[in-house]
């Protein structure tokens, strides 16, 4: 079963075209990574896939369903961004509920879903602390959380790790490994982090000036690159 399809997927901001037309398949429970230079359009599609964006030319299939008109909060996915915005005057615990409280979750259901969420980051020790009491690293996990607890089919992912210190970037390269098998979700990610890209891809796509260069596994790339520019950018860190 393919879990996300785009298929000729176009973005124009006014009269200026950011995203040409690209076509993806991504299968269910794969992980799949977007890289390429700033403002090559990896937000933006990102963005389209949640919903955040219309599209303006094309097709974006989640599941069974075209969603091009479909609600962000009825797509089935949930994303966390490099802005992670926690709430500072609730505790975590509050932090993950909030989104569910507001759907009008029961309140067991509630306590079951971030109990879970908390298990699988570590948190379970930290859930009555506030924001401010946590590290950099323990605050992503939280904005993970808040993705976890709305338990979708597919996670997107905005450079997450990028307001963190290399040290912290490569745990929480592990940290996402490892919840990629426990949520059974298929995952989107955005960065510009070649390392990060290799390590967690099952595949990468390549994306440069709004459209797809090559779509490939790692290794894949990394031996036969379709051109001097994906060999470029998976070949030598910034
Ligand atoms: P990336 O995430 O790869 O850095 P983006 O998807 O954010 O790139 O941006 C792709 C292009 O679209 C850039 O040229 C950016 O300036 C432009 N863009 C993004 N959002 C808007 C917007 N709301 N209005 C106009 N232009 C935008
Ligand atoms: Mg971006």
Same mark, same amino acid.
């Given at each position: 079963?393919?879990?996300?399809?785009?298929?000729?997927?176009?973005?124009?901001?006014?009269?200026?075209?950011?995203?040409?037309?690209?076509?993806?398949?991504?299968?269910?429970? *794969?992980?799949? @990574?977007?890289?390429?230079?700033?403002?090559? #359009?990896?937000?933006?599609? %990102? !963005?389209?896939?949640?919903?955040?964006?219309?599209?303006?030319?094309?097709?974006?299939?989640?599941?069974?369903?075209?969603?091009?008109?479909?609600?962000?909060?009825?797509?089935?996915?949930?994303?966390?961004?490099?802005?992670?915005?926690?709430?500072?005057?609730?505790?975590?615990?509050?932090?993950?509920?909030?989104?569910?409280?507001?759907?009008?979750?029961?309140?067991?259901?509630? *306590?079951?879903? @971030?109990?879970?969420?908390?298990?699988?980051? #570590?948190?379970?020790?930290? %859930? !009555?602390?506030?924001?401010?009491?946590?590290?950099?690293?323990?605050?992503?996990?939280?904005?993970?959380?808040?993705?976890?607890?709305?338990?979708?089919?597919?996670?997107?992912?905005?450079?997450?790790?990028?307001?963190?210190?290399?040290?912290?970037?490569?745990?929480?390269?592990?940290?996402?490994?490892?919840?990629?098998?426990?949520?059974?979700?298929?995952?989107?990610?955005?960065?510009?982090?070649? @390392?990060?890209?290799?390590?967690?891809?099952?595949?990468?796509?390549?994306?440069?000036?709004?459209?797809?260069?090559?779509?490939?596994?790692?290794?894949?790339?990394?031996?036969?690159?379709?051109?001097?520019?994906?060999?470029?950018?998976?070949?030598?860190?910034?």
């Amino acid at each position: 079963m393919t879990e996300v399809i785009l298929k000729n997927v176009v973005k124009r901001f006014g009269r200026l075209e950011v995203v040409h037309g690209i076509n993806l398949d991504i299968h269910n429970l *794969e992980f799949v @990574v977007f890289v390429g230079p700033s403002g090559c #359009g990896k937000s933006t599609t %990102l !963005r389209m896939i949640a919903g955040l964006e219309t599209i303006s030319d094309g097709e974006i299939r989640i599941g069974d369903r075209v969603v091009n008109d479909v609600a962000p909060k009825d797509r089935d996915v949930a994303m966390v961004f490099q802005n992670y915005a926690l709430y500072p005057h609730m505790n975590v615990f509050n932090n993950m509920a909030f989104g569910l409280k507001l759907r009008k979750t029961p309140k067991a259901e509630i *306590e079951e879903r @971030v109990r879970e969420a908390a298990r699988i980051l #570590g948190l379970t020790d930290l %859930l !009555r602390r506030k924001p401010s009491e946590l590290s950099g690293g323990q605050r992503q996990r939280v904005a993970m959380g808040r993705a976890i607890v709305r338990n979708p089919s597919v996670f997107l992912f905005d450079e997450p790790l990028s307001n963190l210190d290399a040290k912290l970037r490569n745990q929480m390269r592990t940290e996402i490994k490892r919840l990629h098998r426990n949520v059974a979700s298929t995952i989107i990610y955005v960065t510009h982090d070649q @390392v990060e890209a290799m390590t967690l891809a099952d595949r990468i796509v390549v994306m440069r000036n709004g459209h797809i260069e090559q779509v490939g596994a790692p290794l894949e790339l990394f031996q036969k690159p379709a051109n001097t520019f994906v060999a470029g950018f998976i070949g030598s860190p910034p």
